[in-house]
């Protein structure tokens, strides 16, 4: 899940400059569940700009705005408020935001801050376990990564810092070394823990990422 924080509302107002017929995009996923753009929040931001002297013509919460052809096919059924629109405002993560770019030529803004991909712990709580770096080496680690969950990154740790389980950066973290230790003791692997792992390879996935699931299933036909 995307994890989101929605911009301070003179940010918005700032990036809506010059445009008075607004058209609010939330999303149904992710910015639903961080209460950042689902229902409830297009309701409050559309009274908010109202107030402010914009002229709100449509509000919209996708299922997934981060489907562009759920995006467009909404900007269809909805044309005639989408034509009245001289802005987009999109309370959801950066690809929402750009899903709703490829869906029109207008100007749009995103209201909210992308932060990380992150674990549901509880109903808003976040933790960010994972930094989708392409390469994935927490089979080494008992399935927790050092890369995200280790304040400094460090594959072959732990630092000096660990103090009675707790990371010298943020004494209300766990240190994840501790963590992977436990883990891996647990499963009577320490000779795993042991290990001096190599580099990590920071270009095992190259940016902008793209994966066509279609090619994929053609080549697993023809083998």
Known sequence: MIISRQKPFEEIL????????VYIVGCGECATMTQTGGETELADMKTRLEEAGKTVVATDVAHSTC??????????????????????????????????????????????????VGNVKRQMVFEEKCSLCGECIIDEYGAI???????KGILNGPCGGTNNGKCEVDSDKDCAWVLIYNQLK?????NTFMK????????????????????AEEEKGAA
Do not use: M, Y
């Open 145 to 151: 990564c050092p890369v995200t969950r280790c304040a």
């Open 196 to 215: 001096i792992h190599t580099p990590k390879r920071w270009n095992a996935v190259e940016r902008p990422g793209r994966l066509d699931g279609r090619v």
């Open 67 to 116: 489907a562009e052809l759920d995006v467009k096919r909404i900007f269809r059924q909805n044309k005639e408020a989408a034509t009245a629109a001289d802005a987009f405002l999109v309370l959801a993560c950066g690809a929402g935001t750009q899903s709703v770019r490829e869906a029109t030529t207008k100007h749009v803004s995103p209201g909210t801050n992308s932060l990380f």
């Open 186 to 190: 647990s499963e009577d692997k320490l």
């Open 14 to 21: 700032e990036s809506l400059t010059g445009n008075t017929n």
